[in-house]
C-alpha cells in the first residue's frame, strides 16, 4: 500500500530499511506534523507477511492514501468524485491526517485514491 520497495543482506537488515523508508516518506509528506516522538514499528510474519504500525495511526494511514493516489495519477478532485463528494477538501481531509479513520472508511478512501489497486489488509 505505502508502494515502498527495500533490500539488505539479512531480513533484519531489510526490515530497519523498510522503516527508515517509511519514517523518511512520513517526514517527506507531513513535516509539520510530525511529533518529535513518531515511531514507526516493523515486523515479520509468517508467509513474508511485513506489517508496519505507528504511534500515529492517522499519518500512516494518511501517507498510504497519498501514495496510492499519486500512484494512481489522479486529483484530489478525481478521488473526492469517486466517493460521490463535489468537494475536493472532504477527502483532502484525510490526506492530511486530520480526522481519525475507521478501518471501513479507510478501504472506501483507499479505493476511490487507486481504483484500479486491491489491498489486502489484515488486522493484528
Known amino acids: 500500500s505505502l508502494d515502498v520497495m527495500t533490500q539488505g543482506k539479512t531480513k533484519e537488515?531489510?526490515?530497519f530499511m523498510i522503516k527508515?523508508?517509511?519514517?523518511?516518506?512520513?517526514?517527506?509528506?507531513?513535516?509539520?506534523?510530525?511529533?518529535?516522538?513518531?515511531?514507526?514499528?516493523?515486523?515479520?510474519?509468517k508467509k513474508g507477511v511485513i506489517?508496519?504500525?505507528?504511534?500515529d495511526s492517522k499519518l500512516l494511514l494518511s501517507l498510504v492514501l497519498k501514495?496510492?493516489?499519486?500512484?494512481?495519477?489522479?486529483?484530489?478532485?478525481e478521488a473526492a468524485s469517486f466517493l460521490g463528494s463535489?468537494?475536493?477538501n472532504a477527502y483532502a481531509q484525510y490526506e492530511?491526517?486530520?480526522?481519525?479513520?475507521s478501518l471501513d472508511k479507510f478501504e472506501?478512501?483507499?479505493?476511490a485514491a487507486n481504483p484500479d489497486h486491491?489491498?489486502?489488509l489484515r488486522v493484528i
Not at 501514495?67 to 478532485?77: A, G, N
Request: hydrophobic share 35%; aromatic share 8%; net charge positive.
Open 51 to 55: 506489517g508496519i504500525s505507528s504511534n
Open 67 to 77: 501514495r496510492q493516489r499519486e500512484k494512481s495519477q489522479i486529483t484530489l478532485r
Open 20 to 45: 527508515d523508508a517509511v519514517w523518511e516518506l512520513t517526514h517527506s509528506y507531513f513535516p509539520r506534523q510530525i511529533k518529535k516522538r513518531f515511531d514507526i514499528t516493523v515486523g515479520a510474519y
Open 118 to 120: 486491491r489491498t489486502l
Open 96 to 101: 492530511k491526517g486530520r480526522i481519525n479513520i
Open 13 to 15: 537488515d531489510a526490515l
Open 86 to 88: 463535489p468537494s475536493p
Open 108 to 111: 472506501e478512501l483507499l479505493h
